[in-house]
């Protein structure tokens, strides 16, 4: 079994399409046909299921496939490894974010590390399947909420955050109810952005209906509307922290509250590169300072694997 077949047998997967993959390959669609055959031959049993134009794995493809995923990520550890060791501060580092603030946190902190790191190139994936970049070594790490649990990844639990009400008026309470919330007009971001989702399930549970009076998915533009007394938003306490802020007043939502727990997630007894030992230990130098509640368990023995 030679590497290029399987690197050839893993872009049809990927592309269900033999023509596609042909032409991603750089090679001509019989060749590609016949080299997958050869494959099929030496595994002795049939890799794909062929209804007319349509192509889908079988279940022993599938097992080739998470194989030769494995492979395929043993080879760039090996070069991961050699890069590190002779070209420290010369790479990429590919992170993969779910849509929505934590794009922003990291894409902030990617200021600091461009600063320290500045022949690092890095490259940010805005994805709703963090764990499949992940597996696909697509990205070096990844950051999101409620990752699912997969057997080849490490899913790290950097901190849990709640949402903030902004305003520009002070308030005497430092709390106010969930259902206070929705009696005011609100700014908010859109509804495919993960702090949106959360407010729409938990308007449904108690019974009202969420109806901004402006949708942006941009921060700077919720916050300018905010200071200018356009009316209220909801906000994560990342992005409050991480903006400017000073001149906005925040209170507590409760009843309920709204929170969240922020995740790492990486390969399981995978090399971690040298940017990417870089950037997570600025990650979580940033969640310290700004006293996010951590689980003291969890951030040792992050920092044990990346040292």
Do not use: W
């Not at 995923?69 to 993969?96: D, W």
């Not at 407010?199 to 919720?222: A, F, N, R, Y």
């Not at 300018?224 to 306490?237: E, T």
Request: aromatic share 8%.
């Amino acid at each position: 079994m030679e590497l290029r077949h399987l690197e050839y047998f893993l872009m049809v997967s990927k592309e269900l399409h033999f023509t596609k993959s042909a032409e991603k390959l750089g090679i001509s669609q019989p060749t590609l046909s016949h080299q997958i055959k050869m494959l099929e031959q030496e595994v002795g049993y049939p890799l794909f299921n062929r209804v007319g134009k349509r192509i889908e794995l079988t279940k022993v493809g599938e097992i080739v496939q998470q194989e030769a995923l494995n492979i395929q990520g043993s080879i760039q550890s090996i070069t991961s490894q050699i890069a590190a060791f002779t070209k420290v501060e010369i790479g990429e580092l590919k992170i993969a974010v779910l849509p929505g603030e934590i794009t922003d946190l990291v894409s902030t902190l990617c200021i600091q590390f461009n600063h320290l790191y500045p022949n690092i190139k890095v490259l940010i994936e805005t994805t709703d399947q963090v764990e499949k970049a992940v597996i696909e070594n697509r990205a070096d790490f990844g950051i999101g909420f409620q990752l699912n649990q997969y057997d080849m990844l490490q899913v790290t639990k950097l901190y849990d955050e709640e949402f903030y009400l902004i305003s520009n008026q002070s308030h005497e309470e430092q709390t106010i109810s969930f259902s206070s919330v929705l009696d005011g007009p609100l700014i908010l971001f859109p509804g495919l952005h993960q702090c949106r989702k959360i407010l729409d399930i938990t308007s449904d549970e108690v019974g009202k209906q969420l109806e901004p009076i402006v949708e942006t998915s941009s921060i700077q533009s919720i916050l300018n509307l905010v200071r200018s007394g356009v009316g209220r938003s909801v906000v994560s306490r990342t992005l409050y922290e991480f903006y400017d802020t000073e001149d906005l007043f925040f209170q507590h939502i409760e009843k309920p509250s709204l929170t969240r727990a922020v995740y790492l997630v990486m390969k399981k007894n995978c090399f971690i590169n040298y940017p990417a030992r870089k950037y997570i230990k600025l990650l979580v130098r940033e969640i310290e300072k700004l006293h996010f509640h951590t689980e003291k368990d969890s951030i040792t023995s992050l920092r044990s694997a990346i040292l």
